[in-house]
């Protein structure tokens, strides 16, 4: 079946930049989506389609595409964006998560 | 405000059944589909189930299917989730989450299997 795989942690320093990838052969068909998930919380959708933020995500959340693999890119991490990031994609037979990265902003 | 609900979870022994309930306001609900998602303790979100507007296509994780069954009721702007042979893998925060790729989430409610 298919699978979608993440780097299982990641850290950025305070106001750098940082790119969280996950990669999937239903990647080549399918947009990502990514959420991020605090703990005791439900997701959140950060980026959806092609390159969309819902409202009030901030504009330094930003997703991008290349064969099989989506990436989210936090431009000027700050603290609150200290958090576990799932990606998701469509698949033939229904949805699929990846794995979680947990960001840490140091 | 568009709002999801979930309700039904609770503690069950191993090979028992519960029925978890997902009220939705807000919105449409008929003009949406559904799934349900989720999340063992300290583990990563799982995909469980699919269902379309009109609930004529359905999907599921290989994982329950056999033994889930996923439903709606339009005309009561709910989603349906009816579990049957629990495992003690199925313990979870179980989330109703709006269309294919989710866009809004409940806040969850948590199944556990245990003797």
């Known amino acids: 079946s298919s699978e979608l795989t993440q780097d299982p942690a990641v850290s950025v320093a305070l106001g750098q930049t940082v790119r969280i990838t996950c990669q999937g052969d239903?990647?080549?068909?399918?947009?990502a989506s990514w959420y991020q998930q605090k703990p005791g919380q439900a997701p959140v959708l950060v980026i959806y389609?092609?390159?969309n933020r819902p409202s009030g995500i901030p504009d330094r959340f930003s997703g991008s595409s290349s064969g099989n693999t989506a990436s989210l890119t936090i431009t000027g991490a700050q603290a609150e964006d200290e958090a576990d990031y799932y990606c998701n994609s469509r698949d033939s037979s229904g949805n699929l998560f990846g794995g979680g990265t947990k960001l840490t902003v140091l | 405000e568009v709002q999801l609900v979930e309700s039904g979870g609770g503690l069950v022994q191993p090979g028992g059944s519960l029925r978890l309930s997902c009220a939705a306001s807000?919105?449409?609900?008929?003009?949406?589909?559904m799934n349900w998602v989720r999340q063992a303790p300290g583990k990563g979100l799982e995909w469980v189930s699919y269902i379309s507007s009109s609930g004529s296509t359905i999907y599921y994780a290989d994982s329950v299917k056999g033994r889930f069954t996923i439903s709606r009721d339009n005309a009561k702007n709910s989603l349906y989730l009816q579990m049957n042979s629990l495992r003690a893998e199925d313990t979870a925060v179980y989330y109703c989450a709006r269309t294919i790729q989710p866009d809004v989430w409940g806040k969850g409610t948590t199944v556990t299997v245990s003797s």
């Open positions: 239903s990647l080549r068909s399918y947009y």
């Open positions: 807000g919105f449409t609900f008929s003009s949406y589909e």
């Open positions: 389609g092609k390159n």
